[in-house]
């Protein structure tokens, strides 16, 4: 029996040929305002998190090691202003901004899109000096691999244990660094493979210091990729689609068809959503619906006797950590987190710490939780909606239903929800007048001369220089 491909329809290039060749094509003249609003999106939102991720341990140990291993110093280390090379500058700053899990999601075609996309693509981009408008045309490109690639093997590879954000993303690196580096097409089709050859991550890892790993180490091989796709390396070029490729050994479930569906006419960047909860964002519609019960109804903790989640199916694999031992674990439980916000504690990166899991009153709250399949439906495994009941002791029930899988109409809005989740991450790293100088400069981005400048500004030594 020979090992099964995965066609593209009849009479078409191959798939890898045709995402490559679309993603390569793409303008930033030929970008909807909204597109490039939203990837401006993106970007600020990334700066903020990874700002934020800076201090955590795992960020520290990797810094540590990039700047004992040496190296040509080429790119910035946002938060410190340290000098590495691009490489480390991608694993180091991938691994910072995914360290609170406070990251954008794309639900159904990846995982945290731009957190392996922007970090390599950055370093790249201060190296050479590249404009603004280069960037972001090449942030679209890997953004928009990246998901068209999730579209290929969506669900099952995600249902298998695979931690989209790291296989995935490796594509979307790789696309995003090709386009920046002008890669010709052959060029193009080998850096896919080479990404292919090295996609990795584990769903295992959640709740560990390997997720936020994950991030960075995709954003790192995808540079890695498209690098040596520049200076001849060769792979094979139907990394997508050829028999015991990416798709045929990474899912049961794949979808060309979906994969290719508005290909140059539709955007996966417009579905990015964004956190403004500091956990995984399967716990956000649990977040969102205690929340409401508890403000609509001035809930009193003491006076809940139960609470039941009704959720996606896929999120009891995901985050449903039911006795989280740490603040990471305690990003992935749902449990947890309806305490939290029952309780009234905030969601923000502060109220997760290791003390927090273990208190005993939010303790004692999260074991009234409990949290059950949404089975009464055909609807996805990830996704449409969380139902949330609070059952009072009295006996009177109160009940909201929540989904979040809708991207923002209001984009001005989103903006400026936005500019407030980045200020609260970046004034304390790098000061009031940092933040407004690093926004700034996001908010004139197609402007930038070059990208070079950018990344200093996220830095405390950028800080002090303009003071």
């Keep these: 029996m020979q090992p099964a ?9 191959p798939i890898t040929s045709l995402l490559a060749g679309a993603m390569s094509a793409i303008r930033f003249e030929d970008l909807p305002g909204e597109i490039v609003l939203v990837a401006r999106q993106c970007l600020l939102d990334w700066l903020g998190v990874t700002l934020g991720g800076f201090t955590e341990p795992l960020t520290r140990i990797l810094r540590d090691e990039v700047l004992t291993e040496g190296g040509h110093p080429r790119a910035t280390l946002i938060g410190s202003g340290e000098r590495v090379s691009v490489a480390q500058a991608a694993l180091v700053n991938g691994a910072a901004s995914h360290a609170l899990d406070f990251d954008d ?17 950055l370093a790249l981009a201060e190296e050479r000096g590249a ?7 090449a942030f679209v490109a890997g953004f928009e691999m990246e998901c068209r690639v999730g579209a290929l ?4 590879h995600y249902q298998a244990g695979w ?11 790789a696309a995003a660094c090709a386009h920046l580096m002008r890669l010709d097409a052959d060029q193009w089709r080998n850096a896919l493979g080479i990404a292919g050859a090295q996609a990795a991550g584990l769903k295992s890892m959640f709740g560990t210091m390997c997720k936020p790993f994950h991030a960075g180490k995709a954003a790192a091989n995808g540079l890695l990729a498209a690098s040596l796709a520049a200076r001849g390396f060769t792979s094979n070029p139907d990394v997508l689609e050829t028999a015991q490729g990416f798709a045929a050994t990474q899912t049961t479930t794949p979808s060309p068809a979906r994969a290719l569906r508005g290909l140059g006419e539709e955007y996966a960047i417009r579905g990015a959503l964004f956190k403004y909860h500091a956990a995984c964002y399967g716990t956000h519609e649990t977040i969102e619906g205690v929340l409401r019960l508890r403000e609509e109804h001035a809930l009193d903790p003491a006076d809940v006797e139960a609470v039941e989640l009704l959720v996606p199916p896929g999120h009891l694999a995901m985050c449903n950590i039911q006795e989280p031992a740490t603040a990471l674990e305690g990003k992935f439980s749902l449990r947890f987190t309806a305490a939290l916000a029952l309780a009234g504690r905030g969601t ?3 109220a997760f710490s290791d003390e927090a899991v273990h208190d005993p009153g939010l303790t004692a709250l999260r074991d009234r939780v409990r949290v059950r399949p949404r089975t009464e439906d055909s609807g996805p495994a990830i996704g449409g909606g969380t139902d949330v009941t609070v059952r009072l002791r009295g006996g009177q029930e109160l009940r909201k239903r929540v989904n979040l899988d809708v991207p923002a109409n209001d984009l001005d809005q989103q903006w400026r929800r936005l500019v407030v989740k980045f200020r609260a991450l970046a004034e304390p790293a790098i000061g009031p007048e940092g933040a ?10 197609e402007n930038a001369p070059s990208m070079a400048a950018l990344p200093r500004l996220a830095t405390t030594s950028g800080a002090r220089s303009r003071t």
């Design 5 to 13: 491909t995965v066609a593209a329809p009849s009479g078409s290039e």
């Design 105 to 121: 999601v794309h639900l159904g075609m990846s995982g945290h899109p731009s957190v392996p996309v922007i970090p390599g693509l």
């Design 131 to 137: 404009h603004g408008r280069e960037f972001i045309a």
């Design 153 to 156: 093997v969506m669900p099952g």
């Design 163 to 173: 931690h989209a954000t790291g296989t995935l993303g490796t594509f979307g690196s």
């Design 348 to 350: 923000s990166e502060a």
């Design 436 to 445: 407004a100088a690093l926004l700034a400069a996001v908010e004139d981005l």
